[in-house]
């Protein structure tokens, strides 16, 4: 397996009142901007950095809640992470530019190019954007509820060692053929240490408010008609592990499409939810994908 290094730097961005933490893995041209999911962090991308290979800088930013960055009593709203971004992103100068957002991230790429047009020039939305669609009869919160019970899990599980920590990434279904060298990355990064253990950094007011704004079926299409800068909508085959059907099903698709028809879809087969940033496969596609759009 493909498991190229490149040179890291972390850092600290300014955002809407907040602190945000960020790594950069230096290349050619203005950094792409990428966004991670609930419960993750800027080591999401690691293995995209890895098979990008210094061919583009890729910015990976934590957003509020999550990471490093700081953890404020509120908002986290979708808007409030999109505002915080865009702070960020003038701090550095930076003009109209790609930006990557994986699961919630892709949310909060899409409120930063209805919001902020002029910051952004492209659009890769990963295996998110949109929600599932809830079953019928069952309540929209009642829904969150569910979506969100493992999440909430690991925010709150504390684990004794950090090996043990990192194990239970590994052990995760959805991470079943990911490349362990990235996913143990990943691990170490967002483990913090608490007086009984090990746990996880993402705090549980902002994942629960993640999932909540996740459900908000009105405002996430009002953000997809107001994109006008091209988008590519990258779906795994595999839901949230292998055999699972897609969380972006054809039909999802086809309502995100209707909103923004200048979308086009790229479907990795070989990939779930996780393993999409996580596994050569899907890594690899999400690569050549942004080589192609911040040419």
Known sequence: ?????????????????????????????????????V???????????????????????????????????GPYTIDQHARDVARAMRSL?????????????????????????????????????????A???????VFAELAMA???????RCYPTLDAYVESWRALPGLAGACSAWVDA?????ARTVPAGVRGKAGEPAVRAAYYEMLDLDAIERRLARVEVPIEIVRAAHGAARGLPPLL?????????????????????DASHYTILLGEAGATTVARLLQEVAS
Request: with cysteine; proline share 8%; hydrophobic share 40%.
């Open 1 to 37: 397996m493909n498991q190229r290094s490149t040179r890291f730097r972390r850092g600290r961005l300014p955002g809407e009142g907040v602190g945000l933490a960020c790594g950069e893995w230096p290349g050619d041209g203005p950094p792409i901007v990428a966004l991670h999911g």
């Open 39 to 73: 419960t993750a962090s800027l080591m999401s991308f690691v293995g995209v950095a890895g098979q990008l290979a210094e061919s583009r800088a890729l910015l990976a930013i934590d957003l509020r809640g999550h990471g490093d960055s700081d953890q404020p009593p």
């Open 93 to 133: 100068d930076l003009g109209p530019s790609a930006i990557v957002g994986h699961s919630f991230g892709a949310y909060v790429a899409t409120a930063l190019a209805a919001n902020e047009p002029g910051l952004v020039s492209r659009l890769l939305l990963v295996d998110g954007g949109h929600p599932p669609l």
């Open 135 to 141: 079953p019928a009869g069952v309540a929209p919160r």
């Open 150 to 156: 493992h999440s909430i899990d690991r925010v709150r």
């Open 186 to 190: 990943f691990a170490a990064y967002d």
């Open 249 to 269: 099903s054809d039909e999802v698709v086809a309502r995100m499409r209707r909103h923004a028809p200048q979308a086009g879809l790229r479907t990795v087969e």
